[in-house]
């Protein structure tokens, strides 16, 4: 009986912070449209999440091309295929690993950061002051940094792919002789549009994803000082798992389309 | 204020980099499909494209020269596939090219291949068909696989019967197999073809020795195998013939003298041929004889008559001296 009442209530809360989100994410759209803009808190925040994250996205996605290039030639060599790396390592990184890792890197990132700062500014009562200054603090603080990580996390997807696949061409280099120009040339030979576009537009929906929740868990802060770790952990938390669901969503969708 | 400058610098430089990053790979990816040279379209006949899909690489002669841009079905067994080729290609692609579809590498993806064909042709001009080859499709493989098996099962059936058959000493080939007395003689025949082969094999050493002795010199051959021997007999042979050549013409000359002398032609005749003649000559002959006796008769009595007696007495003086002198 106190188990079906936690799983109701579980159930409850559940139902109340999706639907609280439904109107979190419907109000970022009706905000966006409507003047004034903030281009210098955008651009700021841009600055923030773009360039400040570029160090560790390249770091990251340097060894994970490196790793997976490493990792995957033994068993290539053994049926004779390291000719196939190029190709597989491209594909692979292109279409799932690059946007995946780079988005959670930036979920942890960006989204704890985003939890935190808006966390501790509704702790701190800064929000509800700039509402009383007549500053429209969603505007302000969540469209910008929403619009922020949507316009951000695609270009640095490309720089990590980018330096992933340069990584495994390293290796290549180093271990089968290959020259950075056949690799490349390879990695193009065997790369569509179809392996491009739709893991761009999917990108976008990662950013968008990390900002909305993070914004989202920051904005609805409560319970003092501890909340403010709470909303950047669940922020973290919430975000990661959206993100393997966006994911799966956009490889079902992407499947319609490309077959 | 500067920081916040800086700060847009820094962030115009990571989204112009990031953008020029995805700009680059569309346009590698887009020039790897042709998109962005100048392009025509040819089209080829198939009735069955084994897989192919839109964007698929077409290759001349193995290289790569456009993709595959439409698959439309025009009946139940024609498939027209329209490819994007390399405008500059079109000069080397003859209008007897041949079409056909084929996998990149033994895993990869499915590709076309034009083939130039053999011969003299005019260039393809773009919209223009070109022949095409169905690929051996594996279902076909399998069909035909299924075929050689029910054969092999066949064959080797037929091959146990046979074994069967040696096995219990059935046939030829059984008996020869099964029957000792068989085995006996063959054995035995063996025996005397190995007793046979040791004698010629005596016999051929025989030879051999002999024929190299023929080197010798101690003997006819071996003496004619001298070249100085061979150059005398080749002069005397030369001799031989131009001897047997004088010899043939004396004959012939005798020949000619001795028709002469048969057709009555010459004093020889007269004498072979008259009896009379000879019989007068025979009494001509005695008349001399006794003619010449009384001769000497008279010379002898002339060494004693004075008159002649000096001239003897000179003479036997001259011979002695001209003896004594020897």
Redesign the interface.
């Known amino acids: 009986m106190e188990n079906n009442s936690k799983v109701a209530t579980s159930l409850q809360t559940f139902l109340i912070e999706t639907g609280e989100l439904s109107y979190f994410t419907a109000r970022f759209f009706k905000e966006l449209f409507n003047p004034p803009f903030e281009l210098k808190e955008f651009l700021r925040q841009c600055y923030n999440m773009g360039n400040r994250s570029l160090l560790l996205v390249s770091v990251t996605g340097f060894i994970i091309g490196l790793v997976f290039t490493l990792q995957s030639r033994p068993t290539l060599e053994e049926f004779g295929a390291v000719s196939w790396m190029p190709s597989m390592v491209s594909i692979s990184i292109i279409r799932e690993i690059g946007p995946i890792i780079t988005a959670l890197i930036c979920a942890g990132r960006i989204g704890s950061g985003i939890g935190a700062e808006l966390g501790s500014m509704r702790v701190t009562e800064q929000i509800d002051a700039m509402e009383v200054s007549g500053t429209n603090p969603y505007k302000y603080l969540v469209v910008t940094r929403i619009l922020a990580t949507t316009v951000m996390l695609p270009i640095l997807v490309f720089f990590g792919d980018a330096i992933a696949i340069f990584g495994s061409a390293m290796v290549e280099n180093i271990k089968g002789n290959v020259s950075f120009l056949l690799y490349f040339n390879q990695v193009f030979d065997s790369l569509q549009f179809s392996d491009l576009i739709p893991t761009t537009f999917k990108t976008f929906f990662f950013g968008f994803a990390i900002g909305l929740v993070g914004c989202y868990k920051g904005y609805n802060c409560k319970k003092g000082t501890a909340g403010v770790g709470l909303a950047a952990n669940s922020a973290v938390v919430y975000t990661s798992m959206l993100l393997f669901i966006i994911d799966f969503i956009a490889v079902f969708v992407t499947n319609i389309f490309y077959g | 204020m500067e920081k916040?400058a800086s700060?847009?610098i820094?962030?115009g430089v990571?989204?112009i980099?990031?953008?020029t990053?995805?700009v680059l790979?569309?346009y590698?990816?887009?020039?790897?499909?042709q998109m962005f040279g100048k392009t025509e379209q040819l089209t080829a006949v198939f009735n069955n494209v084994a897989g192919l899909?839109l964007?698929n690489n077409v290759r001349y002669s193995g290289i790569n020269v456009g993709t595959v841009r439409g698959i439309e079905i025009v009946n139940d067994s024609t498939i027209n596939v329209e490819m994007q080729i390399d405008k500059s290609v079109f000069s080397h692609i003859k209008k007897n090219a041949v079409a056909t579809i084929g996998s990149d590498g033994l895993v990869g993806s499915v590709i076309i291949n034009i083939i130039p064909g053999k011969g003299i042709a005019a260039p393809v001009v773009p919209g223009d068909f070109i022949r095409s080859n169905n690929r051996v499709r594996t279902d076909d493989m399998l069909n035909t696989l299924n075929v050689t098996n029910q054969n092999a099962a066949r064959l080797t059936a037929d091959l146990l019967k046979i074994t069967n058959d040696i096995h219990h000493g059935k046939g030829t080939i059984g008996l020869l197999l099964r029957d000792s007395v068989m085995a006996k003689d063959l054995k035995e025949t063996i025996h005397n073809l190995k007793i046979t082969s040791q004698k010629t094999s005596q016999t051929m050493d025989n030879l051999n020795r002999q024929i190299a002795g023929l080197d010798n010199k101690d003997n006819v051959i071996g003496v004619l195998k001298d070249t100085v021997v061979g150059n005398k007999i080749r002069h005397v042979v030369t001799n031989l013939d131009s001897s047997s050549q004088e010899i043939t013409k004396v004959v012939a000359n005798l020949n000619a003298t001795i028709t002469n002398i048969k057709e009555g032609k010459g004093a020889l005749n007269y004498l072979s041929n008259d009896p009379k003649l000879v019989k007068q000559i025979d009494s001509t002959m005695t008349n001399i004889n006794q003619a010449s006796k009384k001769l000497n008769e008279n010379l002898e009595a002339l060494k004693s008559n004075f008159l002649f007696r000096g001239y003897f007495k000179k003479q036997e003086k001259a011979k002695k001296k001209a003896a004594a002198k020897q």
């Not at chain 2, 590698?28 to 499909?33: A, E, R, V, Y």
């Open positions: 916040t700060q847009k820094r962030l990571f989204v980099i990031g953008l990053l995805f790979a569309v590698f990816i887009g020039n790897k499909q899909q964007g």
